[in-house]
């Protein structure tokens, strides 16, 4: 539907704040003519880091498409001690969705991506249930079933792990996949494996959400988009959303409301994510808007 | 503004579920030409409790006001084993304020009781601080100091106590009152007492919850009103709202988006007990619409 | 995932407020041994009109569900000249769609309907484009291509009432049908046709909503549900929602941040009309709880 | 309660985009020794314009203060065709208030002003009733009463334009002032005139919105914040926000609801104002998180 704009680099870094570093960066991209088509950066006064996100025209840029880390890393970023990566809008990433049962936040994540909405490629779907299997189907996407047991866990993870590799997967959707991952699993994929709590973090962690929601009473519900990080339900928040209930819904009520917004705010982290507009920094996620 | 509409009964009441009870209830206003002007019945279907609320006009009630009570308990109530209250819609409750040296909820309030938004008298504003008696003087309430240390706490509050009671309060609104009132003081008010805490409970109980909504990095804010129970920020809630925030909000911001949403929820609760809106069962609270 | 719970039956109705209505419709289920459930009034004050919504469950009610209608009518509604409808909880509403190009209403549809969500039927969807067939086939539901020109609009629309006739369908979902129903196909479904617009009504109606919104530099941009009238975009409100804009969203942001708002509030009417909670009076639809 | 922060240099531009801006500008701050406290820009590529808001310590920066404006428009703007402003952190912007009968957004300007929220003056309130005389008094600020009929508005305003010039008046609030004004007082202070207006612009402009939001059923009412220009109710929006309703609340009910929405919406479009966030250009408003 969107017109299809010229291809772009995106640099995502950050390093110790000081004076200048706009300019460096800017000055970097305009003497090689790019013309910048966006620009954000975030001075993070407590732990006194910079951020910054900008994104320019790569038709016309005088050095090569794949020689730009290289120029960048020697000529500012050595200098300035920096973090940094850059991306191209050209290049699709690779997901893997992972599901359990329960159809909602795949069905959004599956008509986004038939209808052309996302620049992505989902090659492989990956469950621990055969439940969905026929949404799979429906969408024309393989489906690998990978039961986890309490004494098959190790091996079918590194099975996952090996499958996610062949198919060179460069990030991780857990689309409401109700099994812990284990932290070897996580280690291979930091910050790269997105999930969708169904509460308002850091309330209700952990299992059974709604009811707990339920049991205290709370006049509004929530879900959390988060990387997955060791520490379970604790990782860097992407995105959150609530809706209001009332003494007169039901636990089931809020599991069906709460549906609504798991998959809104589920999609959204994957879209932020998608444009590069993450980065995570001491277990806190910069989303530049 | 609103033209005044004539005085109304209003009964509260909740007993164990069984058929006909929305029948009885309404034909015992019908039968003594009652005019019903809102009900509101809920079935908690796990505990198996029934909860109704119902007001009718007085005008034209062929049981004298100071009646009704003694009536519908020997009529209606004792035969189902009910807990019911009933209200009068002509008598303005004795409303206390407590607070310490943020000024944003006391103003919110004064604004809204000065401008004649409320069916309510302030009697009295207590504080264990100096600080807003000047917001006191500007509005002619009356101003109490009652400084609080180690080892005056049970003797103060004993004079708050007696305070209220000279003063024939109804209820103690809490507008970010920074002292944790004993259980002892709890227990003369009942679901009485109204606190607002400044996160969305139960994320971020007891102090500083600002900053560790920072640490965490949630992407939303909020606000919670509740009563108070000897069990501190964990009394059945009233209302909560929520603000979104980015990552770009130092702490101070947060206090400040939050302090907007902190003084409508608390003055949205305030609003909900003046009506006679709100049961409490079970540490949770009906709010009836 | 919810416990099935037993047939009930669903009462609405309006007439000219007086004082005892509650108290004759709930008599009439209590004395026939109903079981109410749930019990929803209100009266318009302005326009003098009672409205009430009472559901009871069949289990054990005297009267036959198939004679319920009658009694009702003889009983009760005559007496009042109520005008009211009796439905049941266990018949599946059979409910049309009607689609054009754009995706986004129709996927979260069908996933509700897929996933067993909603309480429905769908036996087939309409379309004055192909573009939407292999959704369609996706979910295994016979799709019909009705191209709309200037000269074939009424012969056209003939086909589109003979075919939901013969299917019995209940009611129309415009799932970003766009295209304008003649006067003759509305009246055949009174308050049957559900359109979903994209902005916040009144404001933006007709053509190219976002682009006039982007125009006008509003912050905030929305969708409305609606039953269909003869008057274009001026229909009965059933639900509305808004999202957040910020001066440097294009129009094409507009257009998909509103995408999710469209989805969620259109669902969110099919339910509402498909519990049958929703009454139209005067233009505006009552919407019980 | 926030610590002090050091003053600052505020530039808000906009010209032709063309590549290099951000660098020009950066590098001359830089240049200048100034550390850039934050940075956004913005290009609105269908007018094809660049936008810019740049905030820089003073402390250090090698061009005096009163001398920044002359250096940046001979060695940048100039060269840029740059429409430009500067302003310090230090200088507290004067405002006057113009109010009729309506406290509540009084009340909540007032209340930050008093607490010390706001960096801001306000030297004088302004209305055509006498109504808020008392509520000006509670607050030590002189209330000017300016009664206006068919025969006086002309004189009037005079009378008001000379008081504001007379107190060096920076920009003016209209927190509910229930009074157009003519043309030739909104020419005199071109974006310096914050209206108000009770509902979710382009939806019911004129009188009694909320009339009008009944009338219609619409489920969600608002409030707009705009700069006044000579067309009613058709300025550049600065901010926006709604609270959702029912089919239950009277008129009274929504101008209730509505009260907190505007006060809110009005008091942060202040903020944006007075912290130089706002930028406009053919009739929208930039607002620069």
Redesign the interface.
């Known amino acids: 539907?969107?017109e299809k704009i010229k291809e772009t680099a995106i640099l995502l870094m950050y390093c110790a704040d000081r004076?200048?570093l706009?300019?460096h960066v800017?000055?970097f991209i305009?003497n090689n003519?790019?013309?910048?088509?966006?620009?954000d950066?975030?001075?993070d006064?407590?732990a006194n880091i910079f951020f910054m996100r900008i994104e320019w025209e790569l038709d016309g840029f005088l050095i090569p498409k794949e020689k730009i880390g290289e120029y960048f890393d020697i000529q500012i970023a050595a200098k300035f001690s920096m973090t940094w990566n850059v991306y191209f809008s050209g290049d699709r990433p690779r997901m893997a969705l992972f599901v359990s049962k329960m159809?909602?936040c795949l069905?959004?994540i599956l008509?986004r991506y038939?209808?052309g909405?996302w620049e992505v490629d989902i090659p492989l779907i990956v469950s621990n249930h055969p439940t969905l299997e026929p949404?799979a189907k429906?969408?024309g996407i393989p489906f690998y079933h990978f039961p986890i047991g309490k004494d098959n866990k190790a091996e079918q993870e590194q099975a996952e792990q090996e499958l996610l590799r062949k198919h060179k997967i460069d990030f991780v959707v857990l689309a409401r996949y109700m099994q812990i991952i284990s932290e070897d699993f996580i280690m291979a994929y930091p910050n790269k494996i997105i999930n969708i709590h169904h509460s308002?973090?850091?309330?209700?962690p952990g299992a059974k959400p709604y009811h707990s929601a339920y049991e205290?009473?709370?006049?509004?519900i929530?879900a959390t988009s988060h990387y997955v990080t060791a520490d379970l339900d604790a990782g860097?928040?992407?995105?959150?959303?609530?809706t209001?209930i009332?003494?007169?819904d039901?636990v089931?009520k809020l599991?069906?409301k709460g549906r609504?917004v798991e998959k809104?705010v589920l999609?959204r982290a994957i879209l932020m994510h998608l444009q590069r507009r993450t980065l995570v920094y001491n277990?806190?996620?910069?989303?530049f808007?």
């Open positions: 539907m969107v004076r200048g706009v300019v800017t000055e305009d003519n790019g013309n910048v088509v966006s620009l950066e975030h001075v006064r407590e159809s909602h069905y959004d008509s038939h209808s909405e949404v429906q969408f308002f973090l850091p309330a209700f205290r009473g709370v006049k509004i929530g860097p928040i992407i995105d959150q959303d609530v209001r009332t003494h007169s039901p089931e599991v069906m609504d809104l999609s277990n806190r996620t910069i989303v808007g």
